[in-house]
């Protein structure tokens, strides 16, 4: 900056003024108007530059990149607001960040250019992806300073976290997935006892075929579509750990989608898409906006499975539905109340400028008392930590107690290894193959199955 | 001898500074082109997940493609939809511009009316069509059914995805309409007026004067529509969420590129994926050069 004043100065008096551009000559008007132009915007800019490092504030702010835009994303700023009260010696600053659940392009652009937000938060079954990929850092030194013991967790959601031996995030919010939801009101319009949902796949497709309605092909009302649990793959998840599946063995790193009693999950599926034509049950439920226009909030599908923030979701856009909360049901011999932990964890990036002050925010969020309690009462959402004060707040709290009590008894979480998304992705066809009838269950599986173990080997052998 | 010396100082004066001028052009084009180009190439021969540094494996990506089913199915899908999809686009957008060229009074509303379409945003205009396609409840359905014609399950039945696609993409050939309408107005009238003097038919005329002079503009469009069909992915991915579903059927080139580099970050395979489809659309669109510029006349020469 200060090398460019005096050249103006110069100029004035001397007209060669720029070796190497105008040498010996005299600059024409034009040229110099040009020259003190360019001058002039680099001036404006270090001028910009320099007010912006004299004004940088004392304390340190770190930068959190979160996913959640609406209500939610107002809600965390409470949140935030809450931690830089309550913290005087760094703020936290959250940049919102839209982010796809198997993919962050921008977050792993950001770390390869060595530029990372402080921390973020991570869909929790990535976190063995990224921690593979190298875009997290394992956080077993601060934990151990904490004195955080995994008993303090869901034992879930520790599980979900810990790859490779070392813990690489922290659960923000444990997800119970899910609860199974009926509709009183289709209940007791079809004859059924609105008080007693379906306690057995059995019991569920008794009342599925008392439930369905369909007027000249066209279906007007169905009881469940099993495949549509929040997509094909998670609806396989689900139903497939309900019929005592497996899917993956982490000793020994064998993927088990195969395995007989997921086939039997898939099975089971398919014989509604057998039973009232694939085509129209799908063509029923496209178009159906996720919130207002969700089909179980309009009556239109009278069971499925309900994820927590829907709690709100109903709240809000159907306040008057007359609906039910329990477990998710099972065949004779499966696995009673059976489900699996989602949700979002905080971790800290590869090459972040303040891990400690990273630490704390994900301690606070995540393990304080008061952080878990600030973040349960604000955001509706259930911390992972399960002696926070919250939990006990929750247990009178309607519809988010029975989503504790599934916490309480769960014991899946998504297959902890780096081929996550294509996993997913590999279950999502399985399922559309054998519910269109273009494969068998069997063939399906062992096709998603084959593909996942091989793309996970070339994982494991790239490290 | 003296001038000739001073005009090579001034031509390379001239020389220096256009290149100057240029530079930012020909740097931007180099720094981000040219090298991004050269960079996919150089991928597509290593296993690259991004955040970690590529390792060379030699053409294992292009064997393990070569062996990809679903490589295959989405090489035809694209293909089903390359080549049904631009025809039928140029000719909709062939007769649309036909029409739009009567004298007919309030034709600029008309004109406007058939050309919105093509600017409202892509994403917009998929969501719109989600509605339309509807196989419950959405208008198109409504309207067959009231017919007493069949109602397809358009995106949810395999068989009428891509059928979906190609109807929705019809409704955006304004921009093409565009052209051929403004090469309509520049068929001379004269000789409309001398073949209808000779006896000439109408469609004739349409034979042998309109289409002749507008086969440089079809030509055009059948090229570029070509390409971009060959890249068609906004679309499918808005449509079905980025699943390319039911069963694949929607599964198109660009999209599987897109899953295996950033849902997957196989990125490395994703690079062998489009060097394989930029050697195809280059062997097509000479294939089209060579077969069909014969057909193409430039003001009565060749």
Request: charged letters at 20%.
């Amino acid at each position: 900056m200060t090398a460019f004043r005096p050249a103006i100065i110069v100029a004035k008096d001397e007209p060669g003024w720029l070796p190497g551009v105008v040498i010996g000559l005299r600059p024409s008007a034009k040229q110099i108007c040009l020259m003190c132009f360019l001058l002039a915007a680099s001036l404006v800019l270090c001028a910009g530059c320099a007010r912006h490092k004299s004004s940088a504030p004392a304390t340190v702010v770190i930068s959190v990149w979160h996913p959640w835009g609406g209500a939610q994303k107002e809600r965390l700023a409470e949140v935030i607001k809450e931690f830089n009260r309550t913290h005087k010696d760094f703020q936290v600053r959250a940049v919102f960040t839209p982010n796809d659940l198997d993919s962050n392009q921008k977050f792993f652009t950001s770390v390869a250019a060595d530029m990372p937000p402080d921390a973020t938060f991570v869909d929790g079954p990535q976190v063995a992806a990224w921690a593979e990929q190298g875009a997290i850092q394992p956080l077993d030194s601060f934990i151990k300073a904490s004195g955080i013991k995994p008993s303090d967790y869901f034992p879930p959601c520790w599980a979900q976290n810990t790859y490779r031996g070392k813990v690489w995030a922290m659960t923000y919010c444990a997800d119970p997935n899910f609860a199974f939801a009926w509709n009183k009101k289709v209940f007791r319009d079809c004859g059924l006892d609105p008080e007693k949902p379906p306690t057995t796949i059995e019991e569920l497709d008794l009342m599925n075929d008392r439930i369905t309605k369909i007027d000249h092909g066209r279906i007007v009302r169905i009881g469940i579509i099993p495949w549509l649990q929040f997509g094909n793959a998670n609806a396989m998840f689900t139903w497939g750990w309900a019929f005592r599946g497996s899917f993956f063995d982490p000793k020994t790193q064998r993927v088990t989608a195969d395995d007989p009693n997921a086939v039997n999950a898939l099975e089971w599926m398919v014989s509604y898409a057998k039973k009232f034509d694939v085509t129209r049950i799908n063509g029923f439920a496209a178009g159906f906006g996720s919130r207002d226009q969700n089909p179980f909030y309009t009556g239109q599908i009278a069971m499925g499975c309900l994820h927590i923030s829907q709690l709100d979701d109903i709240k809000q856009y159907a306040p008057d539905l007359d609906y039910g909360l329990t477990f998710l049901p099972a065949p004779a011999g499966g696995e009673e109340h059976s489900s699996w932990v989602g949700g979002w964890c905080l971790a800290i990036p590869k090459g972040s400028k303040h891990p400690k002050e990273a630490w704390e925010f994900l301690r606070w969020c995540c393990r304080d008392p008061k952080g878990t309690q600030a973040v349960g009462r604000l955001q509706s959402l259930l911390p992972g930590y399960r002696k926070s004060p919250y939990i006990e707040e929750v247990r009178s709290k309607p519809g988010y107690d029975q989503f504790l009590r599934i916490m309480e008894e769960c014991r899946h979480q998504r297959p902890v290894m780096p081929a996550q998304s294509f996993y997913m992705g590999s279950l999502d066809r399985a399922v559309d193959y054998a519910v269109y009838g273009r494969m068998s269950c069997k063939e399906a599986l062992s096709k998603a199955t084959k593909e996942t173990q091989s793309e996970l080997d070339l994982r494991l052998a790239g490290r | 001898m003296k001038t000739k010396t001073k005009r090579s100082t001034t031509e390379r004066q001239n020389l220096r500074n256009g290149l100057l001028f240029c530079s930012p052009a020909i740097i931007g084009l180099a720094t981000f082109t040219l090298y991004p180009v050269l960079a996919s190439l150089y991928y597509s021969f290593c296993n690259y997940p991004m955040l970690k540094p590529p390792v060379w494996v030699g053409l294992a990506n292009y064997h393990t493609l070569f062996h990809d089913p679903v490589f295959y199915k989405s090489l035809s899908n694209t293909a089903y939809y390359a080549v049904l999809a631009t025809p039928l686009g140029i000719i909709t957008a062939f007769f649309m511009a036909l029409l739009l060229n009567q004298k007919v009074k309030g034709m600029a509303i008309f004109r406007t009316m058939f050309f919105v379409p093509s600017i409202v945003p892509m994403v917009a205009g998929v969501v719109l069509w989600l509605w339309l396609l509807k196989s419950d409840n959405g208008l198109i359905n409504i309207i067959l059914g009231a017919m007493h014609l069949p109602t397809p399950g358009w995106m949810s039945d395999p068989l009428w995805s891509k059928p979906a696609l190609i109807l929705m993409s019809i409704w955006g050939v304004g921009g093409w309409m565009l052209i051929y309408l403004a090469g309509l107005q520049d068929v001379p009238i004269d000789l409309y007026e001398a073949a209808e003097i000779d006896g000439a038919s109408p469609m004739q005329r349409m034979l042998h004067i309109t289409i002749p002079f507008l086969s440089p503009h079809l030509f055009f469009t059948l090229i570029m529509g070509f390409i971009g069909a060959m890249g068609y992915f906004t679309q499918a991915f808005v449509m079905t969420s980025g699943k390319g579903g039911p069963v694949d059927s929607t599964r198109f080139f660009s999209l599987y590129l897109f899953q295996n580099a950033f849902m997957y970050w196989k990125m490395g395979y994703a690079c062998a994926m489009a060097w394989i489809l930029f050697i195809l659309v280059l062997l097509f669109t000479l294939f089209l050069f060579k077969t069909s510029a014969r057909f193409v006349h430039y003001g009565g020469e060749r």
